[in-house]
C-alpha cells in the first residue's frame, strides 16, 4: 500500500504516467506482473528487457525510470553499496538518514548495534520509495546431505555466496 500512496501523490502533483522498466530477460514474467500492477495505479509502463551486461550499464548510470533487479547477497557490502550514496545508489538520491544508518550498519562493534542500523536503514528504504521486493528470493539449491558448504571458518550462513574452495564432502 506504501507503494500505491507514492505513485498516486506523485501522479496527483503531475508526474507523468509514461514509465520506462528495465528488466533482465530471464525476469519477463516479474516484469509483466509490475506492468499489469502499474497499470491499474494508472502508470504507462513500457518494458524492456535486457541482458546482465546492459542491465549493470542502466544501473551504473542511473538511466532508467524504473528497474527491475533480484539480489541473492549480504549484506555488507553488496546491498550496502547499492543504497549508500557513495556507492551504486540504486536510488540515485542522497538521504542524510540513510547514509548515517548505513555506516553505523556497517561500523558498530557489536551485532545487536549493527542489526539495528540495518532495521533502520531498511526501514527508511521503505519509506522513501527507493525499493521494494515483490517476492521473496526464490533462487534455490540442493545438494546431498554429504555436501558440506562451508567449514569452520567461513560457515555456510544460506545465502547463494558460495565458496567452493571451503565446502567438502563426507566420506
Known amino acids: 500500500t506504501h507503494q500505491c500512496e507514492l505513485v498516486k501523490k506523485y501522479l496527483d502533483e503531475g508526474g507523468s504516467p509514461d514509465l520506462e522498466l528495465v528488466h533482465f530477460n530471464g525476469h519477463q514474467d516479474q516484469a509483466a506482473y509490475l506492468q499489469e500492477e502499474w497499470r491499474k495505479l494508472g502508470l504507462v509502463v513500457t518494458l524492456k528487457g535486457v541482458e546482465t551486461p546492459a ?3 542502466v544501473q551504473t548510470s542511473g538511466a532508467y525510470g524504473a ?3 533480484g539480489t541473492s547477497s549480504t549484506g555488507y557490502p553488496t546491498v550496502w553499496n547499492r543504497y549508500y550514496s557513495g556507492g551504486l545508489n540504486w536510488g540515485n538520491v542522497t538521504i542524510p538518514e540513510l547514509d548515517e544508518a548505513l555506516l553505523r550498519a ?10 539495528a542500523a540495518w532495521r533502520e536503514a531498511s526501514q527508511i528504504v521503505l519509506d522513501e520509495g ?4 515483490i517476492s521473496p528470493h526464490t533462487a534455490a539449491m540442493t545438494t546431498r546431505k554429504e555436501l558440506h558448504l562451508g567449514s569452520e571458518d567461513r ?4 545465502s547463494s555466496m558460495v565458496y567452493f574452495p571451503h565446502a567438502w564432502l563426507e566420506q
Open 55 to 57: 542491465l549493470a550499464e
Open 67 to 69: 528497474f527491475l533487479r
Open 106 to 115: 556497517r561500523d558498530e562493534v557489536t551485532l545487536d548495534e549493527r542489526n
Open 130 to 133: 527507493l525499493a521494494f521486493w
Open 155 to 158: 560457515p555456510y550462513q544460506g
